[in-house]
């Protein structure tokens, strides 16, 4: 059902934990749709200098965690932000369609992330350019 | 890592084939192959063998031979029993009564049904799975044609009350359909006496091939035909008979029902302390089904905080095969109805896990299980961001 890089970052994922004192924090899902995505920031300079993430969720989501926080690592704001869920999924070697909706949540993860930051420095959110929302993708969770 | 054993946890979903069923199975694929409607003698050897497999599974449920009839399994029956009950007796009336925790051979038909025009009630179940039969016999109506009640869940092991229920459906005249494909070989059967004019069955449940079941009509039954053709089963269900798969069912059965208490004992030894070992291990962990009423070798636990595909993929990675209600392997995003039924919380069913024992485990398979699964549970809550709230803030809230 899964590529072997969705099982390699399932069973090793990669940035398990929090960071302490994170300068953005992004909290996605809901736990009745059965799953939940928390992503840590450490921001200098306006590059990511470390991403960290704490999920429960099935094998998709927490390899899409593992995924979305490696992709983010060492980029620029601007850069991070551009990475899509498509992105996250391309690099996990694809996703079952009904399981796509998780690398959704890890894009929203991380841009939930850079906005909290953002908004603690007191500058405006960046607007979601393609807002794919739970409820607009048929295959996820109504809840 | 040295060789890995499979610990094969999963026997409410099928069984391995016994070697004694499988054995005489074999010389009706290859020596005596002929189709038991034609003329020559060795068509004569097949019908013979249908026969005598009819005799062994109308044993194992107290019928009368020529009241079996061979289908391709348990969802062809249960179409068959309420498709053909359904459509013979609309002009009786258009109500069918059901449970909210069927199994989906059940609980699809019956939605196809409503949009025939037919009715259909599902009667709510309790925290343990358990319909009330003062509520059966409320739900009944002067249209009602069909009470359809399985007699143990396939999730959650709860047994129902199936002779009560058989007896309010008979005082009604109204008939009674049980889904009985996770009973055969567990519970004894006995459908004379517990007022079942419908039963349904399916081997690979209990340790014969797969494709292959039966349904038990009582006679006198008004049923129509789902599969028309020959003149196969007396003219009730047409299809050249899957003679193996119909001996190694009356195999099958016959060793099943042979010693029922014996073998639950065997199986329910192994299965209590797994249930005892996984509750004083794993806390935030609660038991779903009835503590008593259940299967021999179910059991189906949730754990807070953590979802059931995860748990599954790292178990396999331990090479134990288990089952989950949750939402993520359903294919359908909705956790399982039965849990939901039994008022679970969402958030909770989604952490549900089924381990279901039998003939394939030891008492070392279990302890094996009591070693791996603490420590699975662990690793997800350690990155569940659920867990680390529950400290302080509650997490998901239980009751």
Redesign the interface.
């Known amino acids: 059902m899964y590529s072997d890089k969705v099982m390699d970052h399932f069973k090793n994922p990669r940035n398990v934990g929090e960071i302490e004192n994170a300068d953005g924090i992004g909290e996605v899902g809901n736990p009745v749709c059965g799953d939940i995505m928390k992503i840590f920031l450490k921001i200098d300079n306006n590059v990511i200098t470390d991403a960290k993430f704490k999920t429960f969720g099935c094998g998709a989501a927490i390899a899409s965690s593992s995924m979305a926080t490696e992709l983010v690592k060492g980029k620029t704001l601007e850069e991070a932000w551009e990475v899509s869920n498509k992105a996250v999924a391309e690099a996990l070697e694809g996703l079952p369609p009904i399981k796509m909706h998780c690398s959704v949540l890890a894009e929203e993860g991380i841009h939930k992330a850079i906005n909290d930051y953002r908004v603690k420095k007191g500058l405006e959110p960046w607007i979601e350019k393609n807002p794919h929302s739970h409820e607009q993708d048929d295959m996820t969770c109504q809840h | 890592m040295g060789e890995q054993r499979t610990i094969y946890m999963d026997h409410s979903a099928t069984t391995f084939v016994k070697p004694e069923v499988l054995e005489v199975m074999i010389p009706w694929f290859t020596k005596h192959f002929g189709n038991p409607s034609s003329i020559y003698s060795i068509a004569h050897e097949s019908k013979k063998a249908i026969d005598a497999a009819r005799v062994q599974t109308a044993k194992g449920l107290g019928a009368d031979p020529d009241e079996i009839y061979y289908t391709s399994g348990g969802s062809e029956s249960d179409n068959w029993a309420i498709k053909g009950v359904a459509l013979a007796n609309r002009k009786r009336g258009n109500h069918i009564i059901t449970t909210q925790i069927e199994h989906h051979a059940v609980l699809h038909t019956c939605q196809f049904l409503e949009k025939e025009g037919f009715e259909i009630t599902y009667l709510p179940v309790d925290r343990y799975g358990l319909v009330n039969p003062a509520d059966l016999e409320k739900a009944i109506t002067d249209k009602t044609i069909l009470i359809s009640i399985m007699y143990a869940n396939n999730e959650i092991g709860t047994i129902e009350p199936i002779t009560e229920l058989g007896a309010i459906a008979r005082k009604h005249k109204v008939y009674f359909h049980t889904d009985a494909v996770q009973a055969i070989g567990n519970i004894p059967i006995d459908v004379k006496s517990q007022n079942i004019d419908l039963l349904s069955l399916s081997a690979h449940k209990f340790y014969g091939p797969k494709g292959v079941g039966a349904l038990y009509i009582r006679k006198g039954v008004r049923i129509e035909n789902l599969i028309h053709g020959g003149g196969q089963e007396r003219r009730r269900r047409a299809g050249t008979e899957n003679i193996a798969g119909i001996v190694g069912l009356g195999q099958a059965i016959e060793m099943a029902t042979m010693d029922i208490p014996g073998h639950n004992a065997k199986i329910q030894l192994m299965r209590d302390r797994l249930i005892k070992g996984v509750l004083e291990k794993i806390p935030n962990a609660r038991l779903n089904g009835h503590p008593e009423k259940r299967l021999p070798g179910n059991f189906n636990v949730s754990f807070e905080?953590?979802?059931?595909?995860?748990m599954l993929?790292?178990l396999d990675?331990e090479g134990i095969c288990a089952s989950t209600g949750?939402?993520?392997?359903s294919?359908s995003?909705e956790?399982s109805h039965v849990l939901l039924a039994t008022g679970l919380p969402?958030?909770i069913s989604?952490g549900s896990l089924r381990l279901s024992l039998g003939d394939a485990n030891t008492i070392e398979d279990v302890d094996f299980v009591l070693d791996v699964l603490p420590k699975v549970v662990k690793k997800l809550r350690?990155?569940?961001?659920?867990?680390?709230k529950s400290g302080k803030e509650g997490g998901?809230n239980v009751q």
């Not at chain 2, 350690?382 to 680390?388: T, W």
């Open positions: 905080f953590i979802e059931g595909e995860s993929l790292w990675d949750s939402a993520c392997t294919g995003l956790p969402v958030e989604h350690d990155m569940s961001p659920l867990y680390q998901c």
